[in-house]
């Protein structure tokens, strides 16, 4: 590593240009957030003497980066969409608001609009012939008391690790649903056990990955949201138990109390005593 040879003053005065502060023009906070980043730019490249090749070679990498629509895997990559909900979950503790499921990162593949259904809903198309999976829930309020009404929107990767809309060869929308919860805040569907999911390994994300020694692996893992009227948003994830990756994504959001330990049910008895519907198909 060199030492940085620009004289702070001389980059401080290019700064104030080239990030509008000499100016009333403009949004004060944008320019302030820009200004502190371009100066950690600068900063970065005197230090380290990048050379103009690998500047170039940075501006061709966000230009395919953007082209491959890959920001945001990226983003969850680099461990930036964990780092949002370890401040939001400071925040909840600052403000004593903790409780309840934990949050954890939404991801880049989301679709919104999925097929909204009463109390339960078939999410797979019958076309991949995965492990049928049954999963439950309830949802509450902090005080445990159910909520009637709130909207459980569901979706997750096939036997593939990957999900519709993003993957030319799934009808739309399968493994992606709405659900409603009934006047018990419980909901229940019926799907397939995803398979975890792996970054495009022709992808930039995944060549950056690579230079710094890395895989791009996810667990099985199954997304949430939760909203009910009147209350505040949850982005949450249950990761399936006994997969190699677990304790090892590459998006880091995997937490303790997000672990589900899928049950298999081969007895009809079990089921029963269970209270599960098989009789929903
Ligand atoms: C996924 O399925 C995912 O959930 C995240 C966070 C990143 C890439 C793929
Ligand atoms: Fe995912």
């Known amino acids: 590593m060199s030492h940085n040879i620009i004289n702070p003053a001389e980059l401080e005065k290019l700064l104030n240009i080239s990030c509008g502060?000499?100016?009333?023009q403009g949004n004060p906070r944008f320019k302030a957030i820009l200004h502190r980043l371009m100066g950690d730019v600068c900063r970065t490249i005197d230090e380290f003497d990048i050379t103009d090749e690998e500047f170039w070679q940075a501006v061709n990498y966000l230009?395919?980066?953007?082209?491959?629509?890959?920001?945001?895997?990226?983003?969850?990559?680099?461990?930036l969409e964990h780092f949002l909900d370890m401040r939001a979950d400071a925040k909840e503790k600052a403000a004593s608001l903790h409780g309840g499921t934990p949050r954890t990162i939404e991801g880049p593949l989301y679709v919104a609009?999925?097929?909204l259904s009463d109390k339960f809903a078939r999410m797979d198309d019958g076309k991949d012939d995965g492990e049928p999976m049954w999963l439950y829930?309830?949802?509450?309020?902090?005080?445990?008391?159910?909520?009637?009404?709130?909207?459980?929107?569901?979706?997750?990767?096939?036997?593939?690790?990957?999900?519709?809309?993003?993957?030319?060869?799934?009808?739309?929308?399968?493994?992606?649903?709405?659900?409603?919860?009934?006047?018990?805040?419980?909901?229940?569907v019926r799907s397939?056990?995803?398979?975890?999911?792996?970054?495009?390994?022709?992808g930039p994300t995944q060549a950056l990955l690579n230079h710094v020694g890395r895989h791009g692996n996810r667990p099985a893992h199954i997304h949430?949201?939760?909203?009910?009227?009147?209350?505040?948003?949850?982005?949450?994830q249950i990761n399936l138990s006994g997969d190699p990756y677990l304790w090892d994504d590459f998006a880091f959001a995997t937490r303790d109390e997000l672990i589900?330990?899928?049950?298999k049910v081969t007895d009809e008895?079990?089921?029963q005593q269970r209270d599960i519907p098989v009789s929903h198909t």
């Open 192 to 202: 397939i056990i995803p398979s975890g999911y792996g970054c495009p390994p022709d």
């Open 224 to 236: 949430f949201f939760v909203s009910g009227p009147g209350f505040k948003h949850l982005t949450t």
């Open 21 to 24: 502060l000499d100016t009333k």
């Open 113 to 115: 609009n999925a097929p």
């Open 137 to 188: 829930g309830q949802v509450t309020d902090p005080d445990n008391q159910p909520i009637a009404g709130a909207v459980v929107d569901i979706w997750h990767a096939n036997t593939l690790g990957n999900y519709s809309f993003f993957d030319s060869s799934q009808t739309d929308y399968n493994l992606r649903r709405r659900i409603k919860t009934g006047p018990d805040g419980r909901y229940a």
């Open 260 to 263: 589900a330990d899928p049950v």
């Open 269 to 271: 008895k079990i089921a």
């Open 63 to 79: 230009n395919v980066l953007g082209e491959r629509k890959e920001v945001a895997l990226l983003a969850a990559g680099l461990g």
